[in-house]
């Protein structure tokens, strides 16, 4: 891979040209600091195009331009992505599922571990950011502050004094490839396109009738099916959020006095202790 390096003074952006690779692989770049970058080459992106990346001030390295240097044609596109409105089967997603590109992580949770596999294919830009999630140790003693009976789990709130908090920018939304809410859907929570930063969702029943017809509502993989037990038994006793009608912890709260407040008045949260990928 040719990459060519700005100035030594100029280290905060570096461009390098796109080798014969397929949409939604994931790269490693090495950027002028000597930092090694898993990157995730974008749909529209094709061979012998240049990207460039640059240092934001977050202190990230982040695909910030491509542009156009070939005459190539694109490659149409996989025929096992369906129209808008139509679901990938589950054979399909089996498929995806065990692809060479799905990438193999484990959180740790207070009831034991959850294995999940990601998929590119399905949204580039999520993966690479809950990679960068895993990289950054930020799944650390994370409450699981909203757990609601047959419909998901949610983490990735901490105290605002915390230094994970606030660190991501928010993500450009992934496209809409047909990848149903269900069992065990893993995905980033969201309040509006273009708002998925690092609080993640897990599943525990099937929303395909509700969720993922519009921006950015986008799994991004699936627990494992021998990790569905664990998932299941994460607690939901306390219900909903208060600003969602619940009697569960108050995210605002969280933020405010940290996992003290969880662990004096709500003491059966679950918490998110650890994750890693899986080799």
């Known amino acids: ?149 047959g419909f998901l789990v949610q983490f990735g709130i901490m105290a605002k004094s915390d230094p994970r908090s606030n660190k991501y920018s928010d993500l450009d939304d992934d496209p809409l490839v047909g990848v149903p809410f269900e069992e065990g859907s893993v995905t980033f929570a969201a309040a509006g396109p273009g708002t998925r930063s690092s609080t993640v969702c897990l599943f525990l029943g099937d929303f395909r009738d509700h969720l993922g017809k519009n921006q950015p509502e986008t799994p991004i993989g699936k627990v494992c099916a021998e990790s569905l037990p664990i998932l299941h038994s994460l607690y939901t006793g306390y219900g909903d959020m208060p600003q969602c009608g619940g009697n569960g912890p108050d995210p605002c709260k969280l933020e405010d006095q940290g996992n003290d407040y969880v662990t004096s008045e709500f003491p059966n949260c679950d918490f998110v202790i650890g994750a890693s990928r899986v080799q």
């Open 1 to 149: 891979m040719a990459q060519e390096n700005t100035d030594a003074a100029q280290v905060a952006q570096f461009s390098f040209i796109v080798p014969e690779v397929d949409a939604n692989t994931v790269m490693r770049v090495q950027a002028p600091d000597g930092v090694t970058l898993e990157l995730t080459v974008p749909r529209n992106v094709w061979t012998g195009d240049k990207l460039v990346v640059g240092k934001g001030e977050d202190g990230y390295w982040k695909i910030v331009q491509a542009i156009r240097t070939t005459t190539a044609r694109p490659q149409a596109p996989p025929s096992n992505i369906p129209p808008p409105g139509q679901w990938r089967t589950p054979q399909v997603i089996a498929q995806d599922l065990a692809a060479s590109d799905a990438v193999m992580f484990q959180l740790e949770t207070t009831k034991g571990p959850i294995r999940l596999k990601l998929v590119p294919s399905w949204a580039p830009l999520g993966v690479t950011r809950f990679w960068q999630l895993v990289n950054d140790d930020f799944f650390s003693q994370l409450a699981i502050y909203r757990a609601v009976p």
